[in-house]
């Protein structure tokens, strides 16, 4: 099988801009997590996703925004974007009581 | 709310040593607990898993963890530390079944060294 994709996986954006990230779990995983991972504040829960609903939510500004489509895929998007957004974003898709991980998306904000 | 402390945030082995990398956590409900490996540049890949069924869990790449509700702890070692063993290790802890199962709260992390 497939593991979890994100696209794109380095993005360059300046401040006040938004972006949105995607990806796609592997194939029968119905629950799509996202984590936003920095070196000050390290691996930290940004929300969940399950059959298109936000089961579980950490404690992010409401500039940090999801979705999860029919097919399981989900996206995550920033808006006005800050310095702070600067992090390595990362996304896993779940079977049973298994997180597996995506290689994240690099995203730094000028 | 759950934690996870990890003792070290680095750890420096010989190859062939004994690797121990140290995880305690806090959860008001019967946890499941993880281990992942990150190299550079990379996601994270699940070593094991503990989800309250036998206490001594053994994962991939010859790493093991043992589960001691006693002590709140689940130590990651593996025997003999092998050169591509180097990279951070993350320990993490989940609400188990009927809670928050997919929410993972993670330690800071414990960046493994092999020195020849």
């Known amino acids: 099988k497939a593991g979890v994709t994100q696209t794109p996986r380095y993005l360059i954006k300046t401040r006040g801009q938004q972006v949105t990230l995607s990806c796609s779990p592997i194939s029968g995983h119905r629950s799509v997590s996202w984590y936003q991972q920095t070196p000050g504040q390290g691996l930290q829960f940004l929300f969940e996703y399950f059959s298109e609903t936000q089961r579980n939510k950490g404690n992010f500004p409401g500039r940090f925004s999801g979705r999860q489509f029919s097919n399981s895929r989900s996206e995550m998007n920033v808006s006005t974007l800050e310095l702070g957004d600067s992090a390595l974003y990362l996304c896993?898709?779940?079977?049973?009581?298994?997180?597996?991980f995506g290689p994240g998306t690099r995203l730094t904000v000028l | 709310a759950q934690s996870v402390t990890q003792l070290g945030s680095h750890v420096s082995v010989s190859e062939g040593a004994l690797v121990l990398l140290r995880c305690n956590y806090s959860?008001?409900?019967?946890?499941?607990l993880f281990w992942y490996v990150q190299y550079p540049n990379q996601g994270l890949q699940l070593l094991l898993k503990y989800t309250s069924a036998a206490t001594l869990v053994k994962g991939i790449n010859g790493f093991e963890a043992e589960f001691k509700k006693s002590e709140t702890s689940f130590h990651l070692t593996k025997p003999s530390a092998h050169m591509s063993d180097a990279a951070e290790y993350f320990c993490a802890v989940s609400e188990g079944s009927g809670g928050s199962n997919y929410k993972l709260t993670f330690g800071k992390g414990t960046l493994l060294t092999v020195n020849p």
């Open positions: 959860s008001s409900v019967p946890p499941y």
């Open positions: 896993a898709s779940s079977l049973e009581a298994s997180q597996f």
